[in-house]
């Protein structure tokens, strides 16, 4: 008789999080499918459960408790057999994460992301919990051969770790050490392998992309690179992430002037705009440098998409560098913008400032500003109505799909909903409705012909 077939461990992901994480997940699930443990699409009902955190302020590290207590829950149900928490809350925590919530079985550091596999057997072996912590992450994670989570055609490609900036109100350096470019041979590998898995629009992303190549004394760094990731063939689109305004220089503005596969797309987080603010964030950037930086780059990419972050009742914020923020935001007419309250957070100069300023007033003052920005959203796509786009499709349904144009980065922007002409028109009786034809993945011509907030309604043309 044939020797009964061992059950394969069932594995649970959950991953929280900015794309960094993502890219963090796909390149542990990769190891995961490929040790042969079977990942489920029911966390809730696995032997192991991963929980992928974030810790970088309070609404995200209660979204990642949260997740980790569900699992937690699951597994005195006994649902679950292991609870394993990884990502930046573990990396900031340690094992004080043991006190937030009972029932967790291991925590683990970034820099044990390669050891994910033998850290589920070991931990299914074991009768006790475990911690599996560096005492300072300064690895330059090698990314390739990962198992995508974003759609099969689009990815996200981290060029940095870390961050030499020392904001007054950020943890990141903290949590993931000092800048580290990955090495450019090792970034166009990845991409190559990319591409070839069928993806045509990579997303760089980093804690600071402008700094790439910086800490090896390379001052163009970041030009260079998307100059020769521009030479892959079959990739179509190269979009610039995270990027501090000090580090867009001349070169770079040159580069995305020039090329055809790098989008005249910036996210460019300024965070405020007030000099006396930004000295207290200790960002480095200055009002004016700000500005004249909006300026250069709409006169040498006239068809340049600019998105930024802001972080409204920073301490000591008044009243009067609130209104000089909201004057700037109505004179620089971001095309997306994503603002913020101030969080204290332990551990960061900021959270021991004075004037620390009520929530209510942060509240107040952050529907001011989304709603200045959403006049100015929405009057952006009015005047795109009648103009030609070209579309990547990124989900098809029968009679739908939905897209976007070089100016919508995924996961945070806005989308083009799209319609074919052809289920405009009236079929003949005893037909069968004509399917949406394009595939996700594929670039199509369009129409903008209205739109539904801040989407727009594209038809194809």
């Known amino acids: 008789m044939a020797k009964k077939e061992q059950k394969k461990i069932r594995v649970g992901f959950v991953s929280l999080g900015c794309p960094k994480n993502t890219v963090d997940s796909e390149r542990m699930l990769a190891q995961i499918a490929q040790a042969g443990l079977l990942i489920t699409a029911e966390p809730d009902n696995a032997d192991v459960v991963i929980i992928n955190t974030c810790g970088f302020i309070a609404p995200a590290i209660a979204e990642s408790l949260e997740a980790v207590r569900h699992a937690a829950e699951c597994k005195r149900k006994g649902t679950v057999k292991k609870v394993l928490v990884a990502g930046c809350l573990s990396e900031r925590l340690g094992e004080k994460i043991f006190l937030e919530v009972d ?10 992301r390669e050891s994910i596999v033998q850290i589920i057997r070991k931990t299914l072996s074991s009768g006790g919990s475990a911690t599996y ?58 991409a190559a392998e990319l591409v070839s898995a ?27 690179l998307v100059r020769e990731l521009a030479r892959i063939d079959k990739l179509s689109w190269i979009r610039l992430m995270y990027m501090y305004p000090a580090g867009i ?30 000295r207290a964030m200790r960002r480095g950037d200055t009002k004016d440098k ?49 603002c913020f309250k101030f969080y204290p957070e332990t551990g960061t100069d900021a959270a021991q400032m ?28 009015k005047n795109r109505i009648g103009s ?37 028109k009236k079929r003949k009786a005893h037909t069968p409705p004509k399917r949406f034809a394009p595939k996700p993945g594929q670039f199509i011509n369009t129409k903008v012909v209205g739109t539904k907030d801040y989407d727009l309604l594209v038809e194809q043309i």
């Open 290 to 338: 700000i500005q004249r930086l909006i300026e250069n780059l709409r006169r040498a990419i006239p068809d340049i998409v600019l998105r930024t972050t802001l972080i409204t009742g920073f301490p000591g914020e008044t009243e009067r560098e609130f209104a000089e923020l909201l004057d700037f935001v109505k004179w620089a007419q971001f095309d997306a913008l994503g």
């Open 249 to 278: 220089d001349g070169k770079l503005i040159e580069a995305v002037a020039e090329s055809e596969k790098l989008i005249s797309y910036i996210d460019m987080p300024i965070q405020h705009i007030s000099d006396k603010i930004l």
């Open 354 to 381: 004075p004037a620390q300023l009520r929530d209510e007033v942060k509240q107040q003052r952050l529907e001011e500003i989304m709603l200045t920005q959403q006049q100015i959203a929405f009057a952006k796509n």
């Open 103 to 112: 029932g967790i079985d291991a925590v683990i550091g970034l820099g044990q």
């Open 133 to 190: 912590l560096d005492k300072s992450p300064q690895i330059i994670s090698d990314d390739r051969t990962r198992l995508l989570i974003t759609p099969g055609h689009w990815a996200y490609l981290r060029i940095s770790e870390g961050c030499n900036h020392r904001c007054s109100f950020c943890t990141i350096p903290a949590i993931r050490g000092k800048f580290r470019s990955k090495p450019r041979e090792l970034v166009l590998a990845e």
């Open 388 to 424: 030609k786009l070209t579309c990547l499709v990124d989900f098809v349904d029968n009679s739908t799909g939905k897209g976007r144009f070089y100016g919508q980065a995924p996961e945070i922007d806005s989308i083009c909903i799209i319609k074919s002409p052809a289920l405009q």
């Open 198 to 224: 069928g993806v045509v629009e990579l997303n760089l992303i980093g804690q600071d992309t402008a700094y790439y190549g910086r800490d090896w004394k390379e001052k163009d760094g970041l030009a260079r």
